[in-house]
């Protein structure tokens, strides 16, 4: 039996906590004061008899008590919020939200997305592009239907399920006439002469990188700058002559075009699987599901 003292407020405000890690921050989110979102919590506490919330440095971590709680949690919020916009929009399927890597947002969604429109659900499409880890959470708290992204640590992993996609590398890209691609004889080690743009320390690929620089000999580079912004490295390596550390299918279409190349050096090592990932026990509807077949779908095609 629900127990009636558990109301939609307990439950926005422990999630909206949970995602900012930080009381002050989610007060600004609900627009709320912080001892109204501190009181908000400690009621709940007691009403579950359990703590949510621990002390980290000057931020909160959730407890194990409250990793369990937030996956019903999430998806109860999840389930109204879906309730609440079919009703709202008279005809109009439920809405989709969907979390998608720089890389899937560029190889796969444009096709997915033709395809999904093509099947006149009429509902309403919110594309995120993020870290891997920052759509996993919004994906725990029920922001998100489904993440299209890269397979996370077994302990990031608590309460979703990983359908496998598709596998890619990470690529060092440079512009087309890049000094490196001049010379007669390539020398990986130079490099460490030009500036890197590097996957950010956390980030789901820079492990892979770490590990294949310490196998080549390079545990540091001299000019590194750490980005997670497809856009700035676009620009930034067209226009100078910068390596780019980043995922094979961000920079698919302008390897093809010629406009960028991939420095000759093999990175079957780096391969990382990329799949869809959705919520343990989630509510599902039909524009949900004929997504997630699209998905596969165009991953296929595109493989082929």
Same mark, same amino acid.
């Given at each position: 039996m629900i127990d009636s003292r558990v109301r939609?407020?307990?439950?926005?405000?422990?999630?909206?906590?949970?995602?900012?890690?930080?009381?002050?921050?989610?007060?600004?989110?609900?627009?709320?004061?912080?001892?109204?979102?501190?009181?908000?919590?400690?009621?709940?506490e007691e009403i579950l008899d359990k703590k949510l919330f621990e002390k980290d440095g000057r931020g909160l971590r959730v407890t194990r008590y409250g990793e369990v709680f937030l996956r019903h949690a999430g998806a109860s919020v999840a389930a109204l919020q879906t309730g609440i916009d079919s009703l709202s929009r008279g005809d109009a399927g439920p809405p989709v939200r969907i979390g998608a890597l720089p890389t899937v947002s560029a190889r796969i969604m444009p096709k997915v997305m033709e395809r999904f429109l093509a099947e006149g659900t009429e509902s309403p499409v919110k594309i995120v592009t993020g870290e891997n880890h920052v759509l996993l959470g919004q994906l725990r708290t029920g922001t998100l239907d489904l993440v299209v992204g890269r397979l996370a640590a077994p302990e990031q992993m608590a309460g979703l399920t990983f359908e496998y996609l598709y596998s890619e590398q990470v690529r060092f890209v440079v512009r087309s006439g890049h000094?490196?691609?001049?010379?007669?004889?390539?020398?990986?080690?130079?490099?460490?002469?030009?500036?890197?743009?590097?996957?950010?320390? =956390?980030? +789901? @690929? %820079?492990?892979?990188?770490?590990?294949?620089?310490?196998?080549?000999?390079?545990?540091?580079?001299?000019?590194?700058?750490?980005?997670?912004?497809?856009?700035?490295?676009?620009?930034?390596?067209?226009?100078?002559?910068?390596?780019?550390?980043?995922?094979? =299918?961000? +920079? @698919? %279409?302008?390897i093809a075009a010629a406009r960028l190349e991939a420095l000759p050096v093999d990175t079957t090592d780096t391969?990382?699987?990329?799949?869809?990932?959705?919520?343990?026990?989630?509510?599902?509807?039909?524009?949900?599901?004929?997504l997630s077949h699209t998905i596969r779908a165009a991953t296929r095609e595109h493989d082929g």
């Open positions: 939609f407020r307990h439950l926005r405000t422990f999630i909206e906590v949970v995602r900012q890690n930080s009381v002050g921050r989610a007060a600004q989110v609900l627009s709320v004061s912080q001892p109204a979102v501190t009181k908000t919590i400690r009621e709940l000094p490196l691609l001049t010379r007669d004889q390539f020398d990986f080690e130079r490099i460490r002469d030009y500036t890197i743009l590097m996957p950010p320390t =956390g980030s +789901v @690929i %820079r492990p892979y990188v770490d590990r294949y620089l310490l196998a080549h000999g390079m545990a540091e580079l001299p000019h590194a700058i750490e980005t997670v912004s497809d856009s700035f490295g676009h620009v930034f390596v067209a226009q100078t002559d910068a390596v780019w550390v980043i995922s094979e =299918g961000v +920079v @698919i %279409r302008e391969q990382g699987a990329v799949g869809l990932t959705t919520r343990e026990g989630s509510p599902s509807n039909a524009s949900l599901e004929i």
